[in-house]
Nanobody
Framework: QVQLVESGGGLVQNGGSLTLSCAASGRTFSNYVVAWFRQAPGKEREFVAAVTRSGISTYYSDSTKGRFAISRDNAKNTVYLQMNKLNNEDTAVYYC?????????????????WGQGTQVTVSS
Protein backbone atom coordinates (compact mmCIF):
# COMPACT_ATOMS: atom_id res chain seq x y z
CA GLN A 1 0.00 0.00 0.00
CA VAL A 2 0.89 3.65 -0.18
CA GLN A 3 0.20 6.53 2.17
CA LEU A 4 -0.22 10.06 0.82
CA VAL A 5 0.18 13.41 2.55
CA GLU A 6 -0.55 16.71 0.82
CA SER A 7 1.03 20.01 1.73
CA GLY A 8 1.49 23.50 0.32
CA GLY A 9 -2.07 24.78 0.44
CA GLY A 10 -2.95 28.21 1.70
CA LEU A 11 -4.22 31.64 0.78
CA VAL A 12 -3.11 33.15 -2.51
CA GLN A 13 -4.13 36.28 -4.38
CA ASN A 14 -6.06 36.23 -7.62
CA GLY A 15 -3.63 35.65 -10.49
CA GLY A 16 -0.98 34.24 -8.20
CA SER A 17 0.77 30.90 -8.06
CA LEU A 18 1.01 28.04 -5.61
CA THR A 19 2.71 24.66 -5.61
CA LEU A 20 1.26 21.63 -3.86
CA SER A 21 3.22 18.56 -2.84
CA CYS A 22 2.09 14.98 -2.31
CA ALA A 23 4.52 12.91 -0.30
CA ALA A 24 4.10 9.15 -0.56
CA SER A 25 5.45 6.26 1.44
CA GLY A 26 6.20 2.85 0.00
CA ARG A 27 8.95 1.09 -1.88
CA THR A 28 6.92 0.71 -5.09
CA PHE A 29 5.83 4.31 -5.60
CA SER A 30 6.85 4.20 -9.25
CA ASN A 31 4.13 1.58 -9.88
CA TYR A 32 1.36 4.04 -8.98
CA VAL A 33 -0.52 6.39 -11.23
CA VAL A 34 -1.04 9.64 -9.31
CA ALA A 35 -3.73 12.25 -9.77
CA TRP A 36 -4.93 15.47 -8.19
CA PHE A 37 -8.61 16.12 -7.53
CA ARG A 38 -10.36 19.06 -5.93
CA GLN A 39 -13.68 19.67 -4.27
CA ALA A 40 -15.27 23.05 -3.68
CA PRO A 41 -18.23 23.64 -1.34
CA GLY A 42 -21.44 22.39 -2.91
CA LYS A 43 -19.68 20.79 -5.86
CA GLU A 44 -18.67 17.29 -6.91
CA ARG A 45 -15.10 16.13 -6.66
CA GLU A 46 -13.37 17.27 -9.83
CA PHE A 47 -10.42 15.90 -11.75
CA VAL A 48 -7.47 18.29 -11.90
CA ALA A 49 -4.46 16.48 -13.30
CA ALA A 50 -2.79 13.09 -13.50
CA VAL A 51 0.64 11.69 -14.25
CA THR A 52 1.66 8.25 -15.44
CA ARG A 53 4.00 5.92 -13.60
CA SER A 54 7.03 7.06 -15.55
CA GLY A 55 6.11 10.72 -15.35
CA ILE A 56 6.38 11.06 -19.12
CA SER A 57 2.67 11.59 -19.83
CA THR A 58 0.41 14.07 -18.06
CA TYR A 59 -3.30 14.83 -18.26
CA TYR A 60 -5.35 17.90 -17.37
CA SER A 61 -8.91 19.13 -17.31
CA ASP A 62 -10.07 21.85 -19.68
CA SER A 63 -9.97 24.39 -16.87
CA THR A 64 -6.45 23.54 -15.69
CA LYS A 65 -4.59 22.79 -18.90
CA GLY A 66 -2.14 25.56 -19.67
CA ARG A 67 -2.20 26.87 -16.09
CA PHE A 68 -1.35 23.83 -13.97
CA ALA A 69 1.53 21.38 -14.26
CA ILE A 70 1.81 17.99 -12.59
CA SER A 71 5.14 16.26 -12.16
CA ARG A 72 6.70 13.52 -10.09
CA ASP A 73 10.04 12.64 -8.59
CA ASN A 74 10.02 8.90 -7.97
CA ALA A 75 13.36 9.05 -6.21
CA LYS A 76 11.79 11.34 -3.61
CA ASN A 77 8.37 9.63 -3.63
CA THR A 78 6.78 13.00 -4.30
CA VAL A 79 4.27 14.40 -6.79
CA TYR A 80 3.86 18.12 -7.37
CA LEU A 81 1.10 20.32 -8.70
CA GLN A 82 2.26 23.72 -9.92
CA MET A 83 -0.67 26.12 -10.16
CA ASN A 84 -0.44 29.42 -11.99
CA LYS A 85 -2.89 32.22 -12.80
CA LEU A 86 -5.16 31.14 -10.00
CA ASN A 87 -8.69 32.49 -9.83
CA ASN A 88 -11.63 32.20 -7.47
CA GLU A 89 -12.91 29.08 -9.25
CA ASP A 90 -9.74 27.28 -8.14
CA THR A 91 -10.69 27.61 -4.48
CA ALA A 92 -11.19 24.09 -3.14
CA VAL A 93 -9.75 21.30 -1.06
CA TYR A 94 -7.13 19.56 -3.16
CA TYR A 95 -6.58 15.82 -2.81
CA CYS A 96 -3.78 13.58 -3.98
CA UNK A 97 -4.81 10.10 -5.13
CA UNK A 98 -2.93 7.03 -6.31
CA UNK A 99 -3.49 3.57 -7.66
CA UNK A 100 -1.87 0.92 -9.84
CA UNK A 101 -4.48 1.30 -12.58
CA UNK A 102 -3.64 1.28 -16.28
CA UNK A 103 -4.35 3.45 -18.21
CA UNK A 104 -4.54 6.68 -16.26
CA UNK A 105 -8.08 7.55 -15.20
CA UNK A 106 -9.89 10.85 -14.65
CA UNK A 107 -12.46 9.25 -12.35
CA UNK A 108 -12.06 9.40 -8.56
CA UNK A 109 -13.59 5.92 -8.38
CA UNK A 110 -10.47 4.49 -9.99
CA UNK A 111 -8.23 5.51 -7.10
CA UNK A 112 -8.03 3.56 -3.86
CA UNK A 113 -5.47 5.64 -1.98
CA TRP A 114 -6.11 9.23 -0.94
CA GLY A 115 -4.45 11.93 1.07
CA GLN A 116 -6.20 14.05 3.69
CA GLY A 117 -6.50 17.09 1.44
CA THR A 118 -5.10 20.59 1.59
CA GLN A 119 -7.10 23.81 1.36
CA VAL A 120 -6.39 26.29 -1.42
CA THR A 121 -8.14 29.64 -1.18
CA VAL A 122 -7.86 32.30 -3.87
CA SER A 123 -8.83 35.80 -2.82
CA SER A 124 -9.36 38.91 -4.90
Amino acid sequence: QVQLVESGGGLVQNGGSLTLSCAASGRTFSNYVVAWFRQAPGKEREFVAAVTRSGISTYYSDSTKGRFAISRDNAKNTVYLQMNKLNNEDTAVYYCAADTITPTSRSPRAYDYWGQGTQVTVSS
